[in-house]
Each structure stands twice: as structure tokens, then as C-alpha cells.
């Protein structure tokens, strides 16, 4: 399977801080999502990066991509209350069919 | 529109009702695929159409289960004699095409059987 791991599976941080959370997958890769979800609410696209790109950057958010050993991080710095949600990666292959794994919760408190 | 709508926001369904879960995808976007999510899990993927063609349905957990999308724009799951265990959201996202971009998904059904 192509179903991203990631790690931790809760993080507890104040606000300000950095948080990190990593993904691991098994296969080859067409490109690496990274999604927010709030409670009850469904999954917002964070970044994407794809198998020849190393890192990318979005505002506060960076992504890094080790294909060698199939492993994805996201880092979201200055950490704020409002970033309190489940993170999850998603893994797209050949079939371009997402693929998810049980996520991340991370608490940011104020 | 300008984003994945998903109706109805929540369903109740006693155990043996038929269920049908609609998604209105984002105007011009020719894939869309169904998502099951448990309970502080991922979601799981059900089954993924192109325009109006059904090309992946291998996540479907059993044959009460049944996906439509017959204008190649509208979706509808279905699911026959509901069970305690489709107790689920369900999710639903849209893309442009394959490997263009991201998905954008709706907010969800939140199916519960009693």
C-alpha cells in the first residue's frame, strides 16, 4: 500500500513554537499532499510536492521530500492557536488516488 | 461553485434504511472521488470517477455500497440496508484531472445508523 504514516500521532505545543510532523511511505510516488482538517470539517489542501522537488515553501509552511528514504515533513513555524487541527499526508502514485493515513493532531495552546 | 458541496450535512438512518449521499463538485473538474472516515481516522478511499466513468471502485466495503456520477458532474453513494458499522463521514473531493493539482474537498456527511 501506498498509505502515508505519519508521526507523530499527537503533538502538543505553545504557541510560537515550531511543530513538526513527518510522513513515511512505502512506493514510488507521482507527488506528496499535505492536508489540514478541523473537527467536523472536511480536509483543506495544504501544499503539494512532487518526486523530483526536495522542499517547498508556503507562508509559514515548509515541506520537504526524501524520496531516497520515502519520507515527507511538514513544519509549520511561529506556531498560533488557530493552527490546532489534524494534519494529514497524502500519498498520490500511478493511480493519482490519494491515499491517507491516520494523521497527526496537533494542539497549539495560546 | 466555488467549492465541494455535500448534502446532507447530517444523516440518520436506522439500521436496514437505503441512504443517498450527494456531491456537487467544483464546476469543470473531471475527477471526483468518495472518501469513508471513521472516527479519529484517515479517510479511506472508496471509489474515483473521470467525467462520468467509474474507473476505480476497489475501496468499496461491500455490494450494499453503490457510486453514480451519470453526468459526469453530480455524485451520488448510495447505500443499501445501512449497517451500524457505515457509521462514518463521508467525504467527497473533486480535482481538475489527473495529477493537476490538489483536491478540494466538501465538508462531509456524518452518516449515523441506529
Known amino acids: 500500500s501506498q498509505q502515508g504514516e505519519e508521526d507523530p500521532q499527537a503533538l502538543s505545543i505553545q504557541e510560537g513554537e515550531n511543530a513538526t510532523m513527518n510522513c513515511s511511505y512505502k512506493?514510488?510516488?507521482?507527488?506528496l499532499q499535505w492536508y489540514r482538517q478541523n473537527s467536523g470539517r472536511g480536509l483543506v489542501h495544504l501544499i503539494l510536492?512532487?518526486?523530483?522537488?526536495r522542499e517547498k515553501h508556503s507562508g509559514r509552511l515548509r515541506v520537504t521530500l526524501d524520496t531516497s528514504k520515502k519520507s515527507s515533513s511538514l513544519l509549520i513555524t511561529a506556531s498560533r492557536a488557530a493552527d490546532t487541527a489534524s494534519y494529514f499526508c497524502?500519498?498520490?502514485?500511478?493511480?493519482?488516488?490519494?491515499?491517507f493515513g491516520r494523521g497527526t493532531s496537533l494542539i497549539v495552546h495560546p | 461553485g466555488a467549492g465541494v458541496s455535500q448534502s446532507p450535512r447530517y444523516k440518520v438512518a436506522k439500521r436496514g434504511q437505503d441512504v443517498a449521499l450527494r456531491c456537487d463538485p467544483i464546476?469543470?473538474?473531471?475527477?471526483l472521488f468518495w472518501y469513508q472516515q471513521a472516527l479519529g481516522q484517515g479517510p479511506e478511499f472508496l471509489t474515483y470517477?473521470?467525467?462520468?466513468?467509474?474507473?476505480?471502485k476497489s475501496g468499496l466495503p461491500s455490494d450494499r455500497f453503490f457510486a453514480e456520477r451519470p453526468e459526469g458532474s453530480v455524485s451520488t453513494l448510495k447505500i443499501q440496508r445501512t449497517q451500524q458499522e457505515d457509521s462514518a463521514v463521508y467525504l467527497c473531493?473533486?480535482?481538475?484531472?489527473?495529477?493537476?493539482?490538489?483536491?478540494?474537498f466538501g465538508s462531509g456527511t456524518r452518516l449515523t445508523v441506529v
Open positions: 473531493a473533486s480535482s481538475l484531472g489527473r495529477g493537476q493539482g490538489g483536491y478540494t
Open positions: 512506493t514510488s510516488i507521482n507527488n
Open positions: 510536492i512532487r518526486s523530483n522537488e
Open positions: 497524502a500519498v498520490v502514485g500511478g493511480s493519482y488516488i490519494p491515499t
Open positions: 464546476s469543470g473538474h473531471v475527477s
Open positions: 470517477f473521470q467525467n462520468e466513468a467509474q474507473l476505480d
